[in-house]
């Protein structure tokens, strides 16, 4: 896997954001719109891997790895 440098920045926070998955050629994307008209992308990566990416300890299944850092 290519390993590249993410460029990190706050996002706008809010209701009815509009989402679409497409499938590009690196992986697929997830394309966020505003209610301003702002868009927003995503690159999918496992969830495992961004779950430790952010620091959950590397015990566990996927799902418990996510629910230590997401709290929805």
Do not use: W
Request: with cysteine; net charge positive; hydrophobic share 35%.
């Amino acid at each position: 896997m290519e390993a590249f440098k993410m460029k990190i920045s706050k996002k706008r926070r809010g209701f009815n954001l509009q989402m679409k998955t497409v499938s590009g050629q690196k992986g697929a994307y997830l394309f966020l719109r505003t209610p301003y008209g702002s868009y927003h992308t995503f690159l999918e990566v496992a969830a495992r891997d961004a779950a430790r990416d952010c620091g959950a300890p590397n015990k566990g299944n996927t799902r418990q790895l996510c629910k230590r850092i997401c709290s929805f």
